[in-house]
């Protein structure tokens, strides 16, 4: 069964970049079908997708985010990555990572991580 | 604002059945395929719906979901206490303004 787990500080100070991993287990991150993606909640609202990534590299960002992030991804950990900078308030949520088949559902969710900007 | 419409909240009795409606345009629901979420308290979302009426392994039929034109209708039958839960639908939005995955507010849903 298919596991994503998020890690990463639960606090990140206002300017600073906010950066998280996501580890595959159960599966390759280099099954040539799937993209794996970023998507947060704040508190007590929606969902808002940040970006998805390919095994190869090749990204989609949210436009509304896509100056402040980068994403990568390491076949050899199994593991992807997101940076966000300059960081603030607005930025505090719940950050899920997830699979998606090619740039559709989003069918494997992590459990989430709150990440609070806050000094 | 999210790009995708869906009403704030819906409530029916247990045993009843309810529909959740989702609204978009042609740069999201009217050219591509629409996806339902479950997420109950506290939990991370889980796929109830892809490509607009499929259900994954282990989803009862009691779920279905439809799609027509710019929107997109998820539908619960039978309903039960542990539906309780908000639910978001999703696509992929060519828009440059956008582009990307666009999902719905959210719908709570409330079984009296």
């Known amino acids: 069964q298919l596991q994503l787990q998020e890690s990463g500080p639960g606090l990140v100070k206002p300017s600073e970049t906010l950066s998280l991993t996501c580890t595959v287990s159960g599966g390759s991150i280099s099954n040539p079908n799937y993209y794996w993606g970023w998507i947060r909640q704040p508190p007590g609202k929606g969902l808002e997708w940040i970006g998805s990534?390919?095994?190869?590299?090749?990204?989609y960002y949210n436009p509304s985010l896509k100056s402040r992030v980068t994403t990568s991804v390491d076949t050899s950990k199994n593991q992807f990555s997101l940076k966000l900078s300059s960081v603030t308030a607005a930025d505090t949520a719940v950050y899920y990572c997830?699979?998606?088949?090619?740039?559709?559902?989003?069918?494997?969710w992590g459990q989430g991580t709150l990440v609070t900007v806050s000094s | 604002q999210s790009v995708l419409t869906q009403p704030p909240s819906v409530s029916a009795a247990p045993g009843q059945k309810v529909t959740i409606s989702c609204s978009g345009s042609s740069s999201n629901i009217g050219n591509n395929d629409v996806s339902w979420y479950q997420q109950l308290p506290g939990t991370a979302p889980k796929l109830l719906i892809y490509?607009?009426?499929k259900r994954p392994s282990g989803i009862p039929d009691r779920f279905s979901g439809s799609k027509s034109g710019a929107s997109a209708t998820l539908g619960i039958t039978g309903l039960q206490t542990g539906d309780e839960a908000d639910y978001y639908c999703?696509?992929?939005?060519?828009?440059?303004?956008?582009?990307?995955?666009?999902f719905g507010g959210g719908t709570k849903l409330t079984v009296l």
């Open positions: 990534i390919y095994y190869s590299g090749s990204t």
């Open positions: 997830g699979r998606t088949r090619g740039l559709r559902e989003i069918g494997y």
């Open positions: 999703g696509t992929w939005d060519t828009s440059l303004s956008a582009g990307g995955v666009v």
């Open positions: 490509d607009n009426n």
